[in-house]
Antibody, heavy 117, light 113 residues
Framework: EMQLLQSGGGLVQSGGSLRLSCVASGFTFSTTWMAWVRQAPGKGLEFVTNTNVDESQKAYLDSVKGRFTISRDNAKNSLYLQMNDLRDEDTAVYYC???????????WGQGVMVTVS | DVVLTQSPLSLSVTLGQPASISCRSSQSLVHSDGNTHLHWFQQRPGQSPRRLIYRVSNRDSGVPDRFSGSGSGTDFTLKINRVEAEDVGVYYCLYGPNWPNWPTFGQGTKVDI
C-alpha cells in the first residue's frame, strides 16, 4: 500500500522557521514528482510547491517564493519543506502528495498543522 | 493564469438523489499532448483529500461507480448518481499544467445531506 507519513508541524512565532518531513512507502519514491499542498483553517486547498525526481525542476506559489524550499532525499524516501520567515497567513494544514503526472495527486499524507502566531 | 470556478459552492442533497458539481475554466484545458489534466478530489470532514477522478473521466480504483466525471475544453462536471451518507464532504476540481506553471484548485463545493 502506498503511504506518506508526515511530521514536523507545530506552533511557531512570526518570522520563525519550521521544517516539515514526509516519508514515503509502498512505491518507488525516486521516480515520482512530489508536492506540498496546504489548507488554511476553513478554506480550500492551495498548491504550495512541487519538485521533480532530481530537484532540477521546482515550482513555488508566488507568496512563498524565497521563503520556502522543497527538497528530497531519494535514498531515504523522504520529502521536505523548509519554511523560513513564516507569516500569519502561512497558518494551515500542510499535506505532502505524490504526483504521478500533471497534479493527479493519488497519494496524500495525513497532514500536519502549522500555526504561526 | 487558469482560474477554476466551481458551482454551486454548497449543495444539500437528499439521500438517494443525484448531485452535480460544475467546474469551469477561464481557458481551455486541453494539453498539447491531447489530454486534459483536470482531476476531482473528495475531502471528507477531518480527512485528507482523496482523488476520485483523473483526466476528466477516469475513476480511481475503489471509487464507487455512482461517481462519474465528464466534460471538455472549459466545462467539466462531477456527478454523483445516488448520494449516500458517506459522500458528505467538500469536492475540488484541480488542473495540472506544464511545469513551471503551478496547479490550480477550484474553490471547493460542500456537499451535505
Amino acid at each position: 500500500e502506498m503511504q506518506l507519513l508526515q511530521s514536523g508541524g507545530g506552533l511557531v512565532q512570526s518570522g520563525g522557521s519550521l521544517r516539515l518531513s514526509c516519508v514515503a512507502s509502498g512505491f518507488t519514491f525516486s521516480t515520482t514528482w512530489m508536492a506540498w499542498v496546504r489548507q488554511a483553517p476553513g478554506k480550500g486547498l492551495e498548491f504550495v510547491t512541487n519538485t521533480n525526481v532530481d530537484e532540477s525542476q521546482k515550482a513555488y506559489l508566488d507568496s512563498v517564493k524565497g521563503r520556502f524550499t522543497i527538497s528530497r532525499d531519494n535514498a531515504k524516501n523522504s520529502l521536505y519543506l523548509q519554511m523560513n520567515d513564516l507569516r500569519d497567513e502561512d497558518t494551515a494544514v500542510y499535506y505532502c502528495a505524490r504526483d504521478p503526472a500533471y497534479a493527479a495527486y493519488d497519494v496524500w499524507g495525513q497532514g500536519v498543522m502549522v500555526t504561526v502566531s | 493564469d487558469v482560474v477554476l470556478t466551481q458551482s454551486p459552492l454548497s449543495l444539500s442533497v437528499t439521500l438517494g438523489q443525484p448531485a452535480s458539481i460544475s467546474c469551469r475554466s477561464s481557458q481551455s484545458l486541453v494539453h498539447s499532448d491531447g489530454n486534459t489534466h483536470l482531476h476531482w478530489f473528495q475531502q471528507r470532514p477531518g480527512q485528507s483529500p482523496r482523488r476520485l477522478i483523473y483526466r476528466v473521466s477516469n475513476r480511481d480504483s475503489g471509487v464507487p461507480d455512482r461517481f462519474s466525471g465528464s466534460g471538455s475544453g472549459t466545462d467539466f462536471t462531477l456527478k454523483i448518481n445516488r448520494v449516500e451518507a458517506e459522500d458528505v464532504g467538500v469536492y475540488y476540481c484541480l488542473y495540472g499544467p506544464n511545469w513551471p506553471n503551478w496547479p490550480t484548485f477550484g474553490q471547493g463545493t460542500k456537499v451535505d445531506i
